[in-house]
């Protein structure tokens, strides 16, 4: 099953996967893994990167 997105994040200039998970709170990985078309050696401005939710510590427990 794959995870539900909260938010969609509008590539702006100088933005790369590693300064979207500090600012959303995510990993690399799971930005990677919910955007597998996304090329991450190459964002453009304007490229619309899904944003997977950051669950909760009870929530991955059940």
Do not use: C, W
């Not at 994040?9 to 979207?20: A, F, K, R, S």
């Not at 500090?22 to 899904?50: C, H, W």
């Amino acid at each position: 099953m794959r995870e539900q997105f909260n938010q969609i994040h509008v590539v702006e200039p100088g933005d790369t996967l590693y300064l979207l998970g500090k600012r959303y709170g995510v990993t690399v990985a799971a930005i990677m893994y919910a955007n597998p078309y996304a090329d991450s050696y190459n964002l453009q401005v304007g490229d619309e990167i899904f944003i997977p939710r950051v669950r909760e510590e009870r929530e991955q427990i059940l």
